[in-house]
Structures are given as structure tokens and as C-alpha cells.
Nanobody
Framework: QVHLVESGGGLVQAGGSLRLSCAAS????????MGWFRQAPGKEREFVAA????????YYADSVKGRFTISSDTAKNTVYLQMNSLKLEDTAVYYC???????????????????WGQGTQVTVSA
């Protein structure tokens, strides 16, 4: 059974930085894509970034490109989301997700991911 645990959320001022971590366990993830999604109050869950565990190909939402960086540490089975130049609109609960054999056309679709973490709150203040 795959288990994903996010950490690193918190309160930060606009323009600041945070690094989220997602520790994965339960299986070998070499064929998996790891994604970060977020959901703000009253809004649908949206794609933020994704990385292929094997090869390291990355994908980003336009709204975070150039500000956020997704990376992975295969030795630690951990995926990171470095968030810089945070904006008020980045406030949301951030979820880590994992899915096997996701086609590049579907990496931005939450339905493509089989496993989800419990989420971590990120709040950006003025």
C-alpha cells in the first residue's frame, strides 16, 4: 500500500519561500509520476507540478512556472516542491499524489493519480 506524507507547509509573507516535502513509501516508484496539486477554499483542485521518478522530467502549471521547482531524492523516496516568490493566490492546501505509467498528456489531471497524501496548508499573507 502506497503511503504519502506531506510536510513543510505554514504561514509565510508574500514574496517569501517555503519548501514542501512528500515522503513516499510502500512500493518501488521507478515507473511512477509524482505530482503536487493544490486546492483553495471554494475552488477545484488544480495541478501545480509533477516529476517522473525515473528520468526526472518535470511539468509545471503556467501560474507557478519560474517560481516553483519540483525535485526528487530517490535515495530518500522523497519529492520536494520549492516555492519562491509566493503570492497571496498561492494560498491553498497542497497535496502530493502518485500514479503509475501516466502519459504526458495526463500528468496535469488529478484523475490520473492513484494515491494521495493528506495535504499540508500553505498560507501566504500580505
Amino acid at each position: 500500500q502506497v503511503h504519502l506524507v506531506e510536510s513543510g507547509g505554514g504561514l509565510v509573507q508574500a514574496g517569501g519561500s517555503l519548501r514542501l516535502s512528500c515522503a513516499a513509501s510502500g512500493r518501488t516508484f521507478s515507473s511512477y509520476t509524482m505530482g503536487w496539486f493544490r486546492q483553495a477554499p471554494g475552488k477545484e483542485r488544480e495541478f501545480v507540478a509533477a516529476i517522473r521518478w525515473s528520468g526526472g522530467t518535470t511539468y509545471y502549471a503556467d501560474s507557478v512556472k519560474g517560481r516553483f521547482t519540483i525535485s526528487s531524492d530517490t535515495a530518500k523516496n522523497t519529492v520536494y516542491l520549492q516555492m519562491n516568490s509566493l503570492k497571496l493566490e498561492d494560498t491553498a492546501v497542497y497535496y502530493c499524489a502518485a500514479g503509475p505509467m501516466i502519459h504526458s498528456r495526463r500528468v496535469r489531471a488529478s484523475a490520473a493519480y492513484d494515491y494521495w497524501g493528506q495535504g499540508t496548508q500553505v498560507t501566504v499573507s500580505a
